[in-house]
């Protein structure tokens, strides 16, 4: 029974090539997309499973709500206080994640990447494999540090540098006590190199590790098993309130994420490293899903249209004692056996495509058919998909009546219509993602055009080692870069356009008096006097900083109010309730962290328009540009006005290696770093156009195939109607007629999917490409699925009403 | 108005030829009414087919109304084919998505015609056809002798000069038959051309002339008793 169920299958297979490939591709197709995308989902849902007490580990955040700011990191007294406050938690691990950090080993200058200072306890968090040493009791010496096995050999030329050492910022000097393997890709965190905490007193100053404004040190608690974070969350509020002083729980607040959830929950301001996002993860599976049904709609569609050619089978069968039971599992077999063909393919598909999909994304994607597991999912994979796109079929097709069927009465029934409603929902959703593409890609286009209210262009922009003794350094080094005739300028800031600025003081107006009410949250960036004019920045009322206005005291305990100048956004200024021309010549008190006794008294200078300074993503904040300080230059911006730029790159190189012996140079262009910010939109552009033709591939295979059985089914009426005198012409008119109307009818479910869908999607981006801007999609969209669909039917028409009408009668 | 001289139609199936039609000579002349006859398979209507230019000859000359139109090309044929040459085929080959009305109507549409002139031509044949009532019926609806009357009134409605039927009657009880017969012999009085394929000899009464065939060759024409009888 079964081997003749099997040869059934096989011949029904093989005997129809075009309808056997059609379905064949389009299940291979998508069998394959849903395959690459699991492999990614996998890879994505994998982050930080691999710790010990991971389920139970939690890393604390903070929120700052004044200026909107979410932070991944908090206040590295936050962590031992927790742990003394709450006896529940049975350990904290703080890391700083420093960034890159200059240092030199034997006269050489390296700039060292991602360089964290962490608890000596991290080990006991996150059980990196050790290499060399003992990992355990590295960190307790804050002489020490730790490397991974590609830092060991990328500085010391050895895997085992043990008792090596290293001279960073050109002034602390440590030793290699031990080597780690290098990081999974699939952590959250990012380092090359761990620094001892009980370093950062001696270099940062004694009082360091207390700063509650230093917002930088990521801090993770392990709970005990089966504990509800909310029992401790919900006691943050009081926590902070007992330590920062009463009310302060209302403008900053804790929180905690499980460690395993970060990945891709966590968006925060300042992570270690740009996270995953769930919402990708869902976008890309939905998309995989649509192509996979694309799919089998084809299947459930040819199977349909042609059942009248199975009709006899189904009849005689019946006549010889099948049961409707039988039959439907005949037809489910054949269905099965169609998928696994195309598995086969899809397989074949995924070991070829899979390592250019990795490569796109940048990430470790494997597959690999060893793995039972694997072969298991593949194989109920087939039988899903086997029996869910053969079940429509298989109930239609052996409902046949064998009286009806053998007389030939049988005919299509209102499977028509339905066949027609999957069409519909085909091109629906092909149209549909085509749009989503469009708007993805116009977007892209948006925020590049975008006027930024600054000049970014033609910026080289370099990152100072952030070490005291060489702030005397930065004064002579910009003049002496100002020399070449190719460097327009050189000005130096707290940040550069493109970051996201943390730094934020608390400002009273100097008319009112200092109460909780008064007090206003602003984002500060410190800025030289030049800046302004070195990224052309308009003034809307006042004007720019003046020499003498660099370098202000701070206040002391002798000089308790000292004097300084600022210039506002015209955001700052609304919210101290100024209009441009108003907030020139008021006074402004900036409150220190020591006290509102001690202040400075800033003199608004100018206003400026809102400039975009971080990416699009982020809201355009009140922000307070105060005048250069030597502590605050952590960035050099350097304009070069030349078509070769190599010659003023080769002077900054030149200049900084003579200045700053003890530190690398690294440089960028401006606007590289700006591509950057959108990179992972434009991957997600440039994934959503692969996966939309994809999907319109697969669509058209099954239009055509659909195409090919109507036409073949309407040959006789075609033949009489070139009898009766119709033209080519006429004929394909006749063909295509029917199926525009389902393009039409797909455009009107689209549109509004399309619309609604994008609309939320940009509502992640904080300026987005007005609608005016993508309309046009809509229409270009309608006629490129109207298009293909001609052209496919055309063919198909055009052969059959070429052909001598004595050849669509002679079948009679 | 048709003159064919040793025309022949090769079909190719592989290596294998078949001869359909091999060196026919025959010519019609405008009013006849010919009767072609012959067992199954031995070329009557591929004979047709040539001469409604529904297939191509592979070689030898066909004239129609003076024109060699042996190697003309599918769009041009066409053309002469429309405006000049009406079918009739043994299975009806009505269009079952079309109601009889429409489907009288649709060389008209090819035509180029207005749809209320369309209409109204088409339903003025119906009324001649006595199947009026049944205008707005789909062909399965209609009894066969019903469908064959609704395809005579299609061909018919363009006023061709020629018709061409393929066994009209065959798939006809006797009455239906002799009332199909009737109609096309009420067509040939008033002027038109008629070529008409059939197994029935008393069919062949009907015809001015008789043409036998056998094996792809003309064998005989007979003029018959109805001619004789005429011309007595």
Redesign the interface.
Known sequence: MLSNYLKIAWRNIVGNPLFSAINIIGLAIGLACCIIITVFVQYESSFDKQWDNADRTYRVTRDFFSNNLRLAAVAPPIGPLLAEDFPEIEAYTRALGAGDVGMSVDQEQFMAENVAIADPNIFEFFAFEVLHGDAATALEDPSNFVLTRSAAEKYFGTDNPIGRRAVFMGQAEATVAAVIEDLPSNTHMRFEMLLSIRSIPLMMGPTALENWGSNNYYTYLRLPEGYAPEDLSSRFPAFIDKHQGAGRSDSNALNLQRLTDIHLTSNRDAEWRENGSLATVYTFSAVALVILLIACINFMNLTTARSTQRAKEVGIRKVVGATRGQLIFQFLGESTLLVALAMLLAVAIVELALPFFAAFLELPLSFSLANPETLGVLLVGVVVVGLFAGSYPAFYLSHFRPVEVLKGQATGGNSGLLRKGLVVFQFATSIALLIATGVVMMQMQYVRNIDLGYDKANNIVLPLPFFAPLWETYEPLKVELETHPDIVSAVYSSRVPGMLNLDSGVYIRGDEQITDESMVGISDIKVDYQWFDHYNVEFLAGRSFRENERRIEMPTDEQPVTQGAAILNESAARRLGWSPQEAVGQILRQLTSSGTEKFIEREVVGVIPDIHFASLHNEMKATLYAEPNPVYNRQLSVKVDARDPTSAIQHLEDVWARMLPANPVSWEFLDDNFAALYRSEQRQAQMFGMFSAFAIFVATLGLFGLASFTTERRT??I??????????R?IVLLLTRDFTGLVLLANVIAWPAAFYFMSDWLNRFVYKAPFAEWAWLFIVSAFAALAVAWITIAVQASRAA?A???MA?RY? | MIEMHDLNKVYRTGNVETTALSGINLEINNGEFIAIMGPSGCGKSTLL?VM?M???PTSGRYGFQGDDVANYA??KL??I??RNIG?I?Q?F?????LTVLENVA??L???KMPSRERRELAESVLERMGIAHRANHRPQQLSGGQQQRVAVA?AVITQPSLILADEPTGNLDTGNGEEVLDLLNQLNADGTTIVMVTHDPSHSDHASRVVHMLDGRVLTENVTSVQEARRA
Not at chain 1, 719 to 728: D, E, F, H, N, T
Not at chain 2, 93 to 97: A, F
């Open positions: 006789k009426e033949g009489i109607r070139k009898v009766m005198g119709a033209s080519v006429d070429t001598r009408p004595v009668l009679e | 087919n409604g529904l297939d191509t599918e769009a066409a053309d084919r429309k079918f085929f299975s080959n009505l269009i079952d998505e649709l060389p549409l090819y035509q299609r």
